[in-house]
T-cell receptor, first 115, second 113 residues
Framework: AQKVTQAQTEISVVEKEDVTLDCVYETRDTTYYLFWYKQPPSGELVFLIRRNSFDEQNEISGRYSWNFQKSTSSFNFTITASQVVDSAVYFC????????????FGKGTRLHILP | DSGVTQTPKHLITATGQRVTLRCSPRSGDLSVYWYQQSLDQGLQFLIQ???????AKGNILERFSAQQFPDLHSELNLSSLELGDSALYFC????????????FGQGTRLTVV
């Protein structure tokens, strides 16, 4: 069965520090998709990235980077030089698109960036 | 703005009542998802529709039902409401199914009193 584990419930760092949010997933499929979403205090869910299981290249977008490692079933998210505006809950999610399409979310990591 | 519209934004109702939450997907998106977010359960997948047909089902209670109409908007019906149904209900849409990123509406906050 598909499962996403975000072991870090809450993290606090001081502004400008780097921070990594961990995500470990379980799936029986060889074809699957991984996502990260951000939920700021305002409540909406904002899509950040999608990665398919055949693409293990790491991705960088500004201060955000993602490390996908199939060998450890992990899809970690790093924020470099964190800013107060990065404070939010971050969700990792998984879809076994060839099985049944549903997107399953982890329980989220609440990130506090302290000024 | 994600392009997904959910109404109403807030809803307060009494136990035992029935409510309908509405979702209009982004233009061109065929797939609609419903999620429930409560403090202790995180984001729980309820159900997904694709072009009018149910495609995937999660832990949706029998008191809850949903449908997607020919114009692709979707409604989530919650009946015999209980205090524990108080939560934020999100709708999301995507072009295709789970292979594509889903874009979320701003949610409907349901409070059952």
């Amino acid at each position: 069965a598909q499962k996403v584990t975000q072991a870090q419930t809450e993290i606090s760092v001081v502004e400008k520090e780097d921070v990594t949010l961990d995500c470990v997933y379980e799936t029986r499929d060889t074809t699957y998709y991984l996502f990260w979403y951000k939920q700021p205090p305002s409540g909406e869910l904002v899509f950040l990235i999608r990665r398919n299981s055949f693409d293990e290249q790491n991705e960088i977008s500004g201060r955000y980077s993602w490390n996908f490692q199939k060998s450890t079933s992990s899809f970690n998210f790093t924020i470099t030089a964190s800013q107060v505006v990065d404070s939010a809950v971050y969700f990792c999610a998984l879809s076994e698109a060839w099985r049944d399409d549903k997107i399953i979310f982890g329980k989220g990591t609440r990130l506090h960036i302290l000024p | 703005d994600s392009g997904v519209t959910q109404t109403p934004k807030h809803l307060i109702t009494a136990t035992g009542q029935r409510v309908t939450l509405r979702c209009s997907p982004r233009s061109g998106d065929l797939s609609v998802y419903w999620y429930q977010q409560s403090l202790d359960q995180g984001l729980q997948f309820l159900i997904q529709y694709y072009n009018g047909e149910e495609r995937a089902k999660g832990n949706i209670l029998e008191r809850f039902s949903a449908q997607q109409f020919p114009d692709l908007h979707s409604e989530l019906n919650l009946s015999s409401l209980e205090l524990g149904d108080s939560a934020l209900y999100f709708c999301a849409s995507s072009v295709d199914g789970g292979s594509a990123e889903a874009f979320f509406g701003q949610g409907t906050r349901l409070t059952v009193v």
